[in-house]
T-cell receptor, first 113, second 109 residues
Framework: DAGVIQSPRHEVTEMGQEVTLRCKPISGHNSLFWYRQTMMRGLELLIY????????DSGMPEDRFSAKMPNASFSTLKIQPSEPRDSAVYFC???????????FGEGSRLTVL | GENVEQHPSTLSVQEGDSAVIKCTYSDSASNYFPWYKQELGKRPQLIIDIRSNVGEKKDQRIAVTLNKTAKHFSLHITETQPEDSAVYFCAASDDKIIFGKGTRLHILP
């Protein structure tokens, strides 16, 4: 398996634009997690899905953020409108189970100007 | 919800010495405690984990201890080497995995 695949790897956009980050989990994994990493706040859990169903989105900062998982092999994280404070590395991770080893993608580095 | 505190935020040790990183958690329902290593510019990767029915686990130079009563767990790295330089994250989980803020470990030559 190629591992967790994220795209884009880098995104530079202007404030107010819509940003869509994509993730393909490892085949057969039942749980998918979106994390945001910054120097100040570390690795923050934004949302996680189990069997394609959102289980906990309490970490989503505000209504500008939304996430979907239409099927077992694809998830998106959308920010609309984007703001400079959203600049961070966004990691997607998948796992066989909720409390199990996380396999991270390489991350999407977002810069909002 | 779960809250994980990690100390220290930065740690420098002489090559060959031991390094210890400590974490506390708040949710007594947490039963899974993994440790991840993140090298500069790379993704976090699991190095060792422990479940609540075990008090200690060892894998070569790394070991983890867990005190469920005190809600403490620690990572021990012995005989440190230059390639151990990285950021280490502890985490606690009942279902979702919540991370500490990380410890930047420097191995000094």
């Amino acid at each position: 398996d190629a591992g967790v695949i994220q795209s884009p790897r880098h995104e530079v956009t202007e404030m107010g634009q819509e940003v869509t980050l994509r993730c393909k989990p490892i085949s057969g994994h039942n749980s998918l997690f979106w994390y945001r990493q910054t120097m100040m706040r570390g690795l923050e859990l934004l949302i996680y899905f189990n069997n394609n169903v959102p289980i906990d989105d309490s970490g989503m900062p505000e209504d500008r953020f939304s996430a979907k998982m239409p099927n077992a092999s694809f998830s998106t994280l959308k920010i609309q409108p984007s703001e400079p404070r959203d600049s961070a590395v966004y990691f997607c991770a998948s796992s066989w189970r909720e409390a199990g080893e996380l396999f991270f993608g390489e991350g999407s580095r977002l810069t909002v100007l | 919800g779960e809250n994980v505190e990690q100390h220290p935020s930065t740690l420098s040790v002489q090559e060959g010495d031991s390094a210890v990183i400590k974490c506390t958690y708040s949710d007594s329902a947490s039963n899974y405690f993994p440790w991840y290593k993140q090298e500069l510019g790379k993704r976090p990767q699991l190095i060792i984990d422990i479940r609540s029915n075990v008090g200690e686990k060892k894998d070569q130079r790394i070991a983890v201890t867990l005190n469920k009563t005190a809600k403490h767990f620690s990572l021990h790295i012995t005989e440190t080497q230059p390639e151990d330089s990285a950021v280490y994250f502890c985490a606690a989980s009942d279902d979702k995995i919540i991370f500490g803020k990380g410890t930047r470990l420097h191995i000094l030559p």
